[in-house]
């Protein structure tokens, strides 16, 4: 017998969702996260990318401010107002110091209780599908920076422009998991979940000749109904959630 999935934690306040581009958190991620802020609790979005390198038909110069704004709008549909970019370049993000410093930057700053990241394995689907590498080197660093972002000793500049070391984190969740260990219902947060996506316009026009709608529905019912089964039936999210 298939075991079953945890509910996520509740009994947390702020969370950080660290991730590499506009548009990663919309396809599921979302859903839960319109409940959370439902709930009264606080996300922050963290995107290491404006993911300029996007479009195709887009230039980065015209593609980044454009991607920008339709995540501000997709991030605002679910309840999230603070929205940063990290400026690392779209398509080439290197994992190492420099991005496990910015983001340990970021926990630090917005001293959060949860942290959520995206899969950070080579693969997708039980190895049907190779990830990309900036998902690969964001989730990763991510995972990496959590512990980076208490420890005094490590980044010790960052303590000198402010940042005190921040040890709160609980537990980071990772979204996309092929081994999730925990789901939260998407059930309330599914049609903002839906609008959130479809907010990423030009983006999913550019991907797909499908009617947006039909296409953002599609997939947040692929992805809600994959764990349904080992969550008592009901659509869900799942996570593969670390405790720290």
């Known amino acids: 017998m298939t075991d079953q999935l945890k509910p996520m934690p509740e009994n947390w306040q702020r969370a950080l969702a660290v991730v590499a581009h506009p548009d990663d958190l919309e396809y599921g991620c979302a859903a839960a996260i319109a409940h959370w802020t439902d709930g009264g609790r606080d996300v922050t979005y963290v995107l290491a990318t404006r993911g300029e390198a996007g479009i195709d038909t887009c230039p980065p110069t015209e593609c980044a401010p454009l991607r920008e704004r339709e995540q501000r709008a997709s ?13 690392h370049r779209d398509g080439v993000i ?33 190895g049907a599908y190779w990830n990309t590498p ?96 080992r969550f008592g039936g009901r659509p869900a999210v799942g996570f593969e959630v670390f405790s720290r």
């Open 75 to 87: 991030a605002a549909v679910v309840g999230v107002s603070e929205v940063e970019f990290l400026n």
């Open 94 to 126: 290197e994992y190492g110091i420099d991005l496990r410093r910015d983001i340990a930057a970021a926990v630090r700053r917005h001293r959060p209780e949860l942290v959520i990241t995206l899969n950070h394995r080579e693969t997708w689907a039980g």
């Open 134 to 229: 900036d998902h690969v080197a964001v989730g990763r660093a991510t995972l990496d920076a959590v512990g980076d972002a208490g420890n005094r000793w490590i980044f010790s500049e960052l303590i000198e422009q402010g940042l005190e070391p921040w040890n709160g984190v609980r537990w980071v969740a990772v979204a996309g998991s092929d081994t999730p260990t925990h789901a939260q219902d998407a059930g309330p947060g599914y049609e903002r979940g839906v609008r959130s996506l479809l907010e990423h316009r030009a983006y999913i026009e550019a991907l797909t000749d499908e009617d947006p709608e039909a296409y953002a529905r599609s997939i947040l019912d692929m992805g809600t109904s994959q764990v349904a089964d």
